[in-house]
């Protein structure tokens, strides 16, 4: 059995609440106060067969099921996969691209309009 584990806010900033969802189907099963885990654990504790459970990347929802459902795999949803994997790709691109793109001034004649577009067209076609 697979279940579908986030959080969503009735109002934001405000009051947040857990969901729990059907991991194949998507529907909503259950919607528990809070989302500090506290209400998830004590749902997990009474659903002890549950094998799988998809969640964003809430510490609180790790500790919760690994603390109750030790055996239970937990899978990244596939928001937070691409959201981790955009990460990823951001980092590796920075070490290897410069921050700052600077692009050099080949025709300073045209900074000031200075060339009419004859002998504009004349130089791109060299």
């Given amino acids: 059995m697979v279940k579908k584990v986030?959080?969503?806010a009735y109002r934001k900033g405000q009051t947040y609440c857990t969901i729990i969802c059907d991991g194949e189907s998507r529907e909503p099963i259950e919607i528990l106060e809070g989302r500090d885990g506290k209400t998830l654990r004590e749902r997990l504790g009474?659903?002890?067969h549950i094998k799988k459970v998809k969640r964003d990347r809430a510490s609180s929802y790790a500790k919760a099921i690994s603390d109750i459902l030790p055996e239970a795999m937990q899978i990244a949803d596939r928001f937070h996969l691409y959201q981790n994997l955009l990460c990823a790709?951001?980092?590796a691109l920075s070490s290897i691209i410069a921050n700052e793109v600077v692009i050099a001034n080949v025709m300073p004649e045209l900074e000031n309009n200075a060339l009419?577009?004859?002998a504009i067209r004349s130089r791109l076609k060299k």
């Fill in 6 to 8: 986030d959080d969503f």
């Fill in 116 to 118: 009419s577009e004859t």
């Fill in 89 to 91: 790709v951001k980092e």
């Fill in 46 to 48: 009474k659903n002890n």
